[in-house]
């Protein structure tokens, strides 16, 4: 089964929840293994460029539900699934004047990535310790495809820096 159907393990997200606040968005999910009420799945295209996760989920919800603001991005990945263009669909999305303040990208870590430089100077890169052990059809694979880093990026404020590369923090990948 492709990549696409992996789920993130409750217990990482609810770390990653504690850590940067409770997600509103999932940009990147379907039915079965969304982690928020809000989600955009394949239909939805959360990668148009010429539409904001913001305009997508008023177009699927309708009116009345408040935007998100903070956004959970467990990209697909493999063969045939790039992350460079989630990368760069969820830095215009934090750059654009919208609701959203913050984007958790969970993604596979190695020096071949092609967005590893593009990434790094942009977000705040937070080591993830062990393997995380991603389920499919609601149970734990074997052995995960890849070791993982979470890219933080956070919306621009005027007269702030947020920090950027790899600043020390970690989040352990391992089912305690």
């Not at 989600?39 to 539900?65: C, M, P, R």
Request: with cysteine.
């Amino acid at each position: 089964m492709p990549s696409t159907h992996y789920e993130t393990p409750n217990f990482f997200f609810d770390k990653c929840s504690k850590a940067y606040g409770q997600f509103d968005l999932d940009a990147a999910a379907h039915q079965e293994n969304k982690k928020c009420e809000l989600f955009l799945n394949e239909t939805d295209n959360a990668l148009d460029w010429n539409q904001s996760w913001n305009d997508a989920i008023k177009k699927t919800y309708h009116l009345g539900v408040p935007p998100p603001r903070n956004v959970w991005l467990n990209p697909p990945w493999g063969s045939s699934d790039p992350i460079f263009p989630w990368v760069k669909k969820a830095m215009k999305e934090i750059q654009s004047e919208n609701s959203i303040s913050i984007i958790c990208i969970l993604l596979p870590w190695g020096r071949w990535a092609k967005w590893h430089e593009f990434l790094i100077p942009q977000a705040e890169m937070v080591r993830v310790v062990g393997r995380i052990p991603f389920l499919l059809d609601g149970k734990s694979i074997k052995s995960p495809p890849a070791c993982n880093v979470v890219a933080i990026l956070r919306a621009p404020i005027a007269g702030i820096k947020w920090p950027t590369g790899f600043t020390g923090a970690t989040i352990d990948g391992r089912k305690t």
